[in-house]
């Protein structure tokens, strides 16, 4: 067979479309929206070589018309968990044995069927199920995904190359070998990216998946199958299931060849499924690899030297695109007492603008979010902050869930900065605000750090450098990725490896190389040209 030592294609950001009227791009995913909103799908599961339709059909409702349903997904059970790990061990050897150059193919061309004739179809997906708007879509759905596709690849290929030196007489090699037994992947409804990144990137390493995607991202995710059908991907190596998940986890980890667990999601489930994992550590074959990435209480801390409109406009977009549904949304803001009147006035000029609807209209810069629940929790953050003595709601508050799960972009002002929603994750459009004496930079660094269990995101604003410098030492353990004088949320892959500490997860950074190692087994191989016939070292003779 032919071999050869591959360069893979030049890898580079995708661009991110604009969707600005009269765009050719806006007209093409308008049109995709309206016919796939009238459409009834059925999604399956797909284990192996089937596409199972269990006839236990699970309603989807996009978030914003709840009344609306765009069509049913058929929910599995424990036996369909089972087969589906039988299926991706039937896989395996044939995957892993695969050159890694007909691997990465494989994903390449599914980045360009999402650059191209899919790119429409996955947004609009999104759009509908998670109810984003056609930017927020785009950077996720098309952009992210896409750039996960191809920066994997490149990643791969520089951990092949990382090679050990060689003595004179010997063939020193280290091969990157997949897991030995399954990988299990857990996915959230916020982002499409993620949600196919997961299982894409253990499989590009020659690992097996069993997948659960969230029931809150059905719609996104059967697009992700369809893209990953046509790429040419083998039946079996990404089995994706539709089960409950405590039961799906449950079996998972109690197999013998549960090999690993990459997971985004809750803090408290992660923990749930680390402590399963070591409660089955005498059933397993081997460690099995754990990486997590979890909750956040993302902050801005902004010194008195910052520029109020900077801060303002980081504000609103860190907190408020997709609703704050973002593991990385700014939830919790320190201001200094001496820039906060003109934040304040800043914030408000750009909140007056701000309209609330259904993505289809694009000028709506918030949708819903994403279920009965998510309403619910984030409009009790914000009733009790209009009762409280130590809180006040400064803008928006307004919740409306008659069509659509709609939240008003709030912000509340507390005079407590430990008060709840300054500390307890919200997940949804609520920022709250504390303002402090100028004079306590110092002591309010050290709050911003000790406030949360958390470790995702954090954002410092200052024009001054030495107090730059003192913020980025104060808060070095306060937050896996860092920004100054920008918004917490936007991570590009490739720019900004993506991922927290503490509580947020074990900061194994999607979008880089780090993550991709955690899927490899390292074998390393020592050839001696001419072996030693004579077990006596020169040491040994006599004088």
């Given at each position: ?44 599961q ?20 709840h ?31 695969m ?39 785009e ?72 997948w ?14 369809e ?29 013998p ?165 300054m ?60 920004y ?20 947020s ?28 016939k004579d ?9």
């Amino acid at each position: 067979m032919p071999k050869g030592i591959y360069q893979v294609p030049f890898v580079g950001n995708e661009p991110v479309k604009s969707y600005a009227p009269g765009s050719s791009e806006r007209k093409e995913l308008l049109a995709t929206y309206k016919k796939m909103y009238k459409e009834t799908i059925e999604v399956p599961q797909y284990i192996g070589s089937e596409e199972i339709f269990s006839g236990n059909k699970k309603e989807i409702r996009p978030p914003h018309d709840h009344q609306h349903i765009v069509g049913y997904y058929h929910a599995g059970q424990a036996s369909d968990v089972a087969k589906a790990i039988d299926a991706a061990l039937k896989a395996r050897k044939n995957w892993a044995d695969m050159s890694w150059e007909n691997r990465a193919a494989i994903f390449l061309k599914a980045a360009d069927l999402i650059a191209g004739p899919y790119r429409a179809r996955i947004n609009a997906a999104t759009m509908i199920g998670q109810s984003k708007n056609a930017f927020q879509a785009e950077i996720d759905a098309a952009c992210e995904y896409i750039d996960f596709l191809r920066f994997n690849v490149e990643f791969m290929t520089q951990i092949y190359a990382d090679q050990p030196i060689s003595s004179d007489g010997i063939w020193n090699r280290v091969e990157y070998r997949p897991l030995e037994g399954f990988t299990f992947a857990i996915t959230p409804f916020n982002f499409t990216a993620i949600s196919g990144n997961l299982p894409a990137s253990m499989a590009l390493m020659g690992n097996v998946v069993v997948w659960k995607p969230s029931d809150k991202q059905v719609y996104s995710a059967q697009v992700i199958m369809e893209v990953f059908k046509e790429a040419g991907l083998p039946d079996g190596v990404i089995n994706m299931i539709l089960t409950g998940g405590a039961e799906t986890a449950k079996i998972c980890i109690e197999h013998p060849d549960f090999a690993g667990l990459h997971f985004t999601g809750s803090t408290s489930v992660f923990k749930s499924l680390w402590k399963q994992i070591g409660e089955n550590i005498n059933t397993h074959k081997t460690y099995p690899r754990i990486v997590g990435e979890t909750g956040g209480k993302d902050f801005v801390v902004a010194h008195k030297s910052a520029n109020p409109e900077e801060v303002a406009t980081a504000l609103i977009r860190g907190a408020f695109e997709y609703q704050g549904q973002k593991c990385s949304a700014a939830s919790r803001a320190y201001i200094s007492k001496s820039l906060w009147t003109k934040v304040q006035k800043e914030m408000k000029k750009a909140l007056d603008t701000i309209t609330v609807g259904s993505p289809e209209d694009f000028s709506n810069f918030v949708t819903a979010v994403i279920d009965a629940n998510s309403f619910k929790k984030s409009k009790g953050y914000i009733d009790r902050a209009k009762k409280s003595k130590e809180a006040e709601v400064v803008f928006g508050g307004k919740c409306d869930d008659k069509v659509g799960y709609f939240i008003e972009p709030t912000v509340i002002l507390t005079t407590n900065p430990k008060y709840e929603s300054m500390v307890e994750e919200i997940f949804g459009p609520v920022l709250t605000i504390y303002v402090f004496a100028d004079k306590d930079w110092d002591k309010t660094l050290e709050l911003v750090d000790t406030t949360s269990d958390y470790a995702l995101t954090g954002a410092i604003f200052a024009k001054d450098r030495y107090v730059l410098n003192q913020g980025i030492k104060a808060l070095e353990n306060s937050a896996g990725n860092f920004y100054i004088n920008d918004k917490p949320t936007g991570a590009v892959v490739g720019q900004q490896p993506f991922g927290g500490a503490r509580a947020s997860g074990t900061n194994d950074k999607a979008g880089s190389a780090m993550n991709l190692m955690r899927w490899v087994s390292v074998r390393t191989v020592k050839e001696t040209f001419v072996p030693a016939k004579d077990y006596r070292y020169p040491f040994l003779a006599k004088d």
